[in-house]
């Protein structure tokens, strides 16, 4: 394995439209693409007004999320709390949590910890509503 990897985010193909969820969500995962050991690392941009129709919470996995434009709300467990540019949010493995976008939209970057592949997360479909 190189010693770095470099990788331009926008440019990592977008899982959104395979679930329909485009153009409202965009969802690029880095971790393949900058080969990863033991972490994750995603680009989230979620369009003004929009919720993420569904919440999820992971098996193994601690999140923390950046927002780097933009704003919103997240949703964690059952508190809401409001987001704007450059806030950062841990979120325990076993916490149900969910985004919603401002009116400008919401920028932002994930990061994962430890690196768990795929099917450690588990989700629920209208889990805010």
Same mark, same amino acid.
């Given at each position: 394995m190189s010693e770095y990897t470099h990788v331009n985010l926008k440019e990592v193909e977008d899982q959104a439209p395979k679930f329909g969820l485009s153009p409202d969500l965009e969802f690029r995962m880095g971790r393949v693409p900058l080969d990863m050991e033991n972490a994750g690392l995603s680009y989230l941009r979620v369009a003004p007004n929009y919720r993420i129709?569904?919440? +999820? #919470? +992971? /098996? #193994?996995?601690? $999140?923390?999320? %950046? %927002?780097?434009?933009? =704003?919103? @709300?997240? /949703? &964690?467990? !059952? $508190?809401? @709390?409001? &987001?704007?540019?450059? !806030?950062a949010v @841990?979120? +325990? /493995? !076993?916490?149900?949590? =969910?985004?919603?976008? =401002?009116?400008? =939209? &919401?920028e932002v970057i994930a990061i994962g910890a430890p690196n768990t592949g795929p099917g450690d997360a588990d989700m629920e479909q209208g889990w805010w509503s």
């Open positions: 129709p569904f919440g +999820h #919470n +992971h /098996k #193994n996995q601690e $999140e923390v999320y %950046v %927002v780097v434009a933009g =704003g919103g @709300r997240v /949703k &964690l467990g !059952d $508190e809401v @709390r409001d &987001l704007k540019q450059w !806030d @841990r979120v +325990h /493995k !076993d916490t149900m949590r =969910g985004f919603e976008a =401002g009116a400008d =939209g &919401l």
